[in-house]
């Protein structure tokens, strides 16, 4: 008889409730046990065990390996794989999804990522330049004009970039910002400002073997029309065709080349294979597709789009990238379109109101519910605590369609939250197509 698989997800967000629930379809049947730092009311229920604790901690991860015998791992945010929790795991012999800490160095250094594709000749990357010290940044910020953006070398949960325009007005600006993340850091990227339109196309992958999931366009703004500060993301949409509407089929297929080429130059430069997930976020410009950043892990909210379609066995999946068998695994996600809308704090990313009662009791359905930064209190009451609430997920034939489901749902969420009403509605994704248009006007 076949082995019950125990799986561990570490993390507790609304993209470890949808790892949940992706393996809870598995017809394997596997039991569950969860790690993370908030006592999610998804994973609780989803989970035989599930325990809160420093995940970013090897040991602690490791004990609970052993005391458990899980059989596979599975890494949901980036500062795990940092820490080198994923390390850990592989040398006590636990199979893990999720890259060591040297090859999640792609995520977590944006100059190492940088440098990577340039040596490897991968033409993915704006001009760029790593700095150590001030010298040379006003030379450079010259030569860029007025399309420059300075950031941060390590993991800021998005808040280490500032852009030219948006966050900064004048290369001196530019300069004092560069100076602060020189005395926090002691390196920094300045690179060239793209213009276009940004997505998301993650694949799994064995570290021979890609397996690309469906493009994916998220919105990082905090309101509506793209406006107000960055957040971790407020929702995304993606299409029943598998495209995107403002993207030439040449945009994904280059996007899917260069996570292939990084992919084999990760593993030339450390010899070990990258086993998880290769998160590419890439803006389609005048000049093709580059890349904004990687990230060596699912997108949250776009691991609620693509797992929600996903119509092969997502445990077999996960075999299959640590057993690097991934190349006799066919990987099939279903032809439908899908909103992913979240739900946040007033006043949430920079001021969120914290320990506030949520209630969902109005809501149709919880199946394409999931929770985030939400705990459940003593009694059967839902608190929020701070980050990204709950997100819902609308599958439709169309988008429109898809739209409005979701749109439907998480008006049925009462409590001091908001979200973006506009996200997969005809006329914000009718505005990329023209932002599109403009930028190539011979396609
Ligand atoms: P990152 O943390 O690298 O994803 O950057 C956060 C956001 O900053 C991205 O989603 C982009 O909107 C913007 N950004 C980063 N790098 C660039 C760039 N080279 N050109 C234009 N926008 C950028
Ligand atoms: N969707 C943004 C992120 O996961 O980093």
Known sequence: MAV???????????????????????????QLYGLGTNRNPGLLASCSQFEIGDINDPDFVLNFAKENGITLAIIGPEA???????????EADFPTVGPRQDLAQIETSKAFARQLLTDYHIPACPKFQVFQTLEGVSEFLSELGEYYVVKADGLTGGK??????????????????????LAEAGQFVVEEKLIGEEFSLMSFTDGRTLRHMPPVQDHKRAYEGDTGPNTGGMGSYSCANGQLPFLSSSDIDEARRFNVDTISALKREFGQPYQGILYGGFIATAQGVKLIEYNARFGDPEAMNVLALLETDFLEICQAIVGQTLHETIVQFGRQATVCKYAVPEGYPNHPVKGQLIDIS???????????SVEKTDGENLKEIGSRTLAVVGIADDLEMAEAQAEKLISQVSG???????IGTAELVQRRINHMRELRPND
């Open 4 to 30: 019950v698989e125990k799986v561990l997800i570490i993390g507790s967000g609304a993209r470890e409730h949808a790892i949940a629930r992706a393996l809870q379809r598995s017809p394997q049947n596997p």
């Open 80 to 90: 795990p794989l940092a820490a080198g929790v994923a390390d850990a795991l592989w």
């Open 160 to 181: 280490g970039v500032k852009v030219a325009g948006d966050h900064l007005h004048s290369h001196q600006e530019a300069l004092t910002y560069a100076g602060e993340l």
């Open 362 to 372: 109005r809501l149709s359905s919880t199946g394409q519910l999931y929770f985030g």
């Open 416 to 422: 001091p939250l908001f979200h973006r009403k506009d």
